[in-house]
């Protein structure tokens, strides 16, 4: 099924977590393309310390065909690796964030994990580059498309697509 993922960083060379993290995705089992990739966009943080600096957030889709806990699991450990700590303060700056954004059709709920993402329809930073790479998906438990969830957004979050881009795949 098609996974749709977010990826951030605002700490360290960005540009690099980004890369290196997605990288890190398409090595998880079950994890196979077509791969798509959003650009990359600098975003002002959102819910954070007001010294917390602007992220480079991009969307990719992949397939998936596991569990979505493995998933879940494995994406954490990616954080891990990279220097995000399994502790920490909701909303702290970070080297690299990952979050499931949809899984195919899938409706799942445990206290560990939302699918779809519960908040993405209220986030500038998610829809922007999600939109970019499937503007006509419309995820479970949502009536408008990507592109129309776009639209209709309210988020006054500042969202560029960013000098920097992918380098590599």
Request: glycine share 8%; charged share 20%.
């Amino acid at each position: 099924m098609r996974a749709g993922l977010a990826l951030g960083s605002n700490l360290g060379d960005r540009l690099v977590a980004l890369e290196a993290a997605r990288a890190r995705v398409l090595k998880i089992a079950g994890v196979s393309g077509p791969i798509r990739s959003s650009s990359i966009y600098e975003t002002d943080p959102v819910d954070s310390s007001p010294s917390a600096g602007p992220f480079l957030n991009a969307v990719i889709e992949v397939e998936f065909g596991g569990d979505p806990s493995f998933f879940l699991r494995s994406l954490q450990a990616i954080e891990l690796e990279m220097g995000r700590p399994a502790q920490r303060a909701v909303n702290a700056p970070r080297t690299i964030d990952l979050d499931i954004l949809y899984l195919g059709n899938l409706v799942f709920s445990t206290p560990e994990l939302v699918i779809p993402h519960p908040r993405l329809h209220l986030r500038r930073f998610v829809l922007e580059p999600f939109t970019e790479i499937n503007p006509s998906l419309h995820l479970p438990g949502h009536n408008a498309s990507t592109s129309a969830l776009l639209d209709s957004l309210q988020d006054p979050a500042g969202v560029h697509r960013a000098a920097q881009q992918w380098k590599t795949l």
